[in-house]
């Protein structure tokens, strides 16, 4: 596993032999992820070469084709991420985030300059591909608000200093994007704000009720719409409605009892052909059941616990706040993403619609992604063994233990303890050794300089405070 990771690095290092390297990358975090590159790309195949026959003129590869163009542009994102300083991105941050509130205004006011699609205005065309400013949205946010709460640090413990703009922020971004509608990532941005701010130090009774407000807004954004409702309602009873509302989530269920422990085989699916909706999409988890069973499933959980485990690794031993936030806020993201489309595939929370990371079928959200890994695997090259601690003095109060301001000065990194050249213990001079150190509260003693001049006080000059009395001067103390 590790071997294909250093191979990949090893790519990275000639395509870019002059970028900043620091030290090596996270292997096992790396070789994850791509992992679930190659898993991701079978199964896209498996699970589309029968709707590609019906819908797109017989040709059984036309969704692989397109997704491989999008792992390539993907992979390129991620070579070009992984070697750059991730410090750079923060001067990007609030351009950033101002493009990104133009792009989803022109996609909620102007919706003939997007494309409409599963009753949603989401993507804007560019040539013969087409992009979601949404998808872009994630990780400008995540360095946007990583800047943001590290220039803050311990102010955030403040309700109008760092929760009341914080939440306007979020609200404002979250709104736009539950205009276009789309729901599934509207949760996505949410989770990835909270968790940061969370993180970032917030004072926890502040948190507490920022989620409890925030998760009434949601429930009433939620139920105000006619078929947001409707899938609230279709969960709570999904035989209400199995030809219309409920098809989708019925399909998927017989496909994931079909498949049993082991799964039918590779390709051997019979929901894909023409039953279970967006089979490549939004419901590939259940053709993963399907057709490997509770192995298959196993096997996808286990890679995005491992992906996990490493990226949060990442976070504590990032070398400043910036990095571990930003670190933070690229995991939450996928995890939480992926929760939100397995949980919805297997009716554990109402189905919403969100790609699963790097194995649905979607060109934006794949290289989006991929791109973040970079970002992550290059905070993983300048990670330190041993963060300084810095506790900043605020009139706020006490922080909890896992604030990352607690942890790490603002603005600056924290070199392990380890990496700092060991200083030799200083010798004593020949000429001082045997004397005792003069101390502050001894009056000064003039030593006569010789040849009629005037005293002088000893160490007011140079060396003069190491210099020796002369021999008929021994008997004075």
Not at 221 to 241: C, K, T, V
Request: charged share 15%; with cysteine; aromatic share 10%.
């Amino acid at each position: 596993m590790n071997a294909m990771a250093q191979g990949f690095l090893r790519l990275a290092t000639r395509v870019l032999p002059g970028s900043r390297t620091g030290h090596a990358p996270d292997y096992w975090l790396l070789t994850t992820v791509l992992m679930l590159v190659m898993f991701g790309t079978v199964m896209v195949f498996s699970a589309s070469f029968a709707i590609g026959i019906e819908t797109e003129g017989g040709n059984s590869y036309y969704f692989l084709t397109r997704q491989l163009i999008w792992v390539v542009i993907g992979l390129a994102a991620l070579l070009v991420t992984m070697n750059i300083d991730y410090h750079v991105w923060r001067r990007f941050a609030l351009p950033g985030m101002f493009v990104v509130l133009i792009l989803l205004a022109v996609v909620v006011l102007i919706p003939a300059a997007g494309v409409e699609a599963w009753g949603a205005t989401r993507w804007i065309p560019l040539g013969p591909l087409s992009f979601q400013p949404s998808e872009i949205a994630k990780p400008v946010l995540v360095i946007y608000l990583a800047e943001w709460l590290s220039q803050k640090g311990a102010k955030i413990r403040h309700f109008s200093y760092g929760l009341v703009p914080f939440a306007i922020f979020l609200g404002l971004l979250i709104g736009l994007v539950m205009l276009q509608p789309d729901l599934g990532t509207s949760a996505v941005l949410a989770s990835i704000g909270i968790g940061m701010f969370l993180v970032a130090g917030a004072d926890l009774v502040q948190f507490s009720g920022l989620i409890a407000t925030g998760g009434v807004a949601f429930l009433v954004m939620a139920l105000g719409a006619s078929y947001r409702r409707a899938r609230i309602l279709i969960f709570l009873n999904p035989d209400a409605d199995p030809l219309n509302l409920g098809w989708q989530l019925k399909q998927a269920r017989l496909a994931l009892g079909s498949g049993g422990i082991f799964g039918l085989g590779l390709g051997a699916s019979r929901q894909k052909f023409a039953w279970l909706p967006a089979a490549q999409n939004d419901a590939i988890f259940a053709v993963i059941g399907e057709e490997l069973g509770l192995i298959g499933c196993s096997f996808v959980l286990l890679l995005f616990l491992a992906l996990a485990w490493r990226g949060y690794r990442v976070a504590t031993k990032a070398p400043d706040a910036f990095g571990s936030l930003v670190a933070v806020g690229i995991v939450t993201w996928i995890i939480f993403q992926a929760a939100i489309n397995i949980g919805g595939i297997t009716l554990t929370i109402p189905f919403t619609g969100v790609p699963l990371p790097f194995i649905s079928y979607g060109g934006t959200s794949l290289a989006v992604s991929l791109a973040a890994i970079g970002l992550l695997l290059n905070v993983s090259r300048q990670t330190v063994d041993r963060p300084v601690l810095a506790v900043e003095d605020s009139p706020a109060g006490p922080q909890h233990s896992g604030s990352i301001t607690r942890r790490f000065s603002q603005g600056r990194r924290a070199p392990s303890r380890a990496s700092l050249p060991a200083q030799p213990a200083p010798r004593p001079s020949r000429r001082n050794a045997g004397r005792r150190e003069r101390t502050d509260d001894r009056p000064p003693v003039s030593f006569p300089s010789g040849r009629g001049s005037t005293p002088r006080q000893a160490g007011s000059f140079g060396r003069a405070q190491n210099r020796r009395p002369a021999r008929s001067t021994r008997h004075w103390k």
